[in-house]
């Protein structure tokens, strides 16, 4: 009886089955697509949802693949890929050099601090020359523009100093605590870079914003000369002593800053950069540095 039953209804119910399916199709294909996975806009998309999260070495993973793709999504990764590096090279920087400081303080940390620093200075050397091997794609990215739009997101937090870190310097242990100064130097670094690449001042650089923040192009060229002048420093013999990769940094970040040195606009910058610079110089040729007068 029963099955006699479904047998009779079965035309009705395979009908009904059909027009469910197409309802649901219907109202799914209302709903926007996202970006095809593996596209440069999913790839800007993932490091944004990982620069959220604090993830800095995913976040230069996605970047870098997007950033070799042309269009609207490969040029905002490049310019975000490069404060990225920069930033990560500085908050490295950092880091090694307080932990080196803390064990000229206090010989009891050295075995525990001595790898940390390794580790720091070897993750500095990546970031560093990945921003200086790269330069060439700002320039190209920048071209005839007399305005560059920084436009990715900042990530949560600020460009302030880790209280960790002071105590780090005085060469006691932080192990419980060492992520969370990590993360903040990190950041820091980021801010910095960008403010550095920008001119904007990283107190008016929001955390975590999203927006795009114009610079006059021959204001970001010099920060690109600022900034390679500033890695080619973290490749002296007191840091990651490497004389070569110095050397090649120092010429570079010279040719960047050469047609800016006329501008009104950044006198104040350009004397900061040629004291640097010379510095450098003469430290390279075996000199003594000169100290600055205040």
């Not at 190209?140 to 937090?157: A, K």
């Not at 990283?202 to 006059?216: H, Q």
């Not at 970001?220 to 990769?245: H, Q, S, W, Y």
Request: net charge negative; aromatic share 8%.
């Amino acid at each position: 009886m029963l099955q006699s039953y479904y047998r009779s209804n079965s035309p009705i119910c395979f009908g009904l089955i059909v027009a469910l399916v197409g309802l649901l199709g219907l109202s799914c294909s209302g709903e926007p697509a996202g970006p095809r996975q593996g596209s440069p806009e999913w790839l800007v998309q993932a490091a944004t949802d990982n620069l959220a999260i604090g993830d800095y070495a995913k976040t230069v993973e996605q970047l870098s693949e997007a950033a070799v793709e042309p269009g609207d999504a490969g040029t905002k990764a490049t310019l975000w890929l490069a404060a990225m590096r920069a930033g990560l090279a500085y908050g490295y920087d950092e880091l090694a050099d307080a932990f080196a400081a803390g064990m000229e303080q206090n010989d009891d940390v050295i075995e525990a601090f001595q790898p940390l620093v390794s580790e720091y200075r070897r993750r500095t050397k990546v970031h560093a020359i990945d921003f200086a091997e790269d330069v060439g794609d700002l320039e190209n990215l920048i071209g005839e523009q007399e305005m560059v739009m920084f436009d990715f997101p900042l990530p949560n937090g600020n460009a302030s100093v880790s209280p960790i870190l002071a105590s780090v310097e005085g060469g006691n242990k932080v192990d419980t605590r060492r992520a969370a100064m990590e993360s903040q130097t990190l950041t820091r670094g980021i801010f910095l870079a960008v403010a550095g690449l920008t001119g904007k001042d990283v107190a008016d650089l929001g955390s975590g914003a999203a927006g795009a923040i114009e610079a006059d192009a021959g204001r970001v060229r010099f920060g690109i000369a600022r900034t390679l002048l500033d890695i080619a420093i973290m490749f002296d013999r007191e840091n990651i002593n490497e004389p070569k990769v110095r050397s090649f940094v120092v010429d570079l970040a010279e040719k960047w800053a050469e047609p800016h040195r006329e501008n009104e606009s950044l006198a104040e910058l350009v004397e900061d950069f040629d004291f640097d610079l010379e510095n450098e110089r003469r430290d390279m040729s075996g000199k003594r540095k000169i100290k600055k007068s205040d």
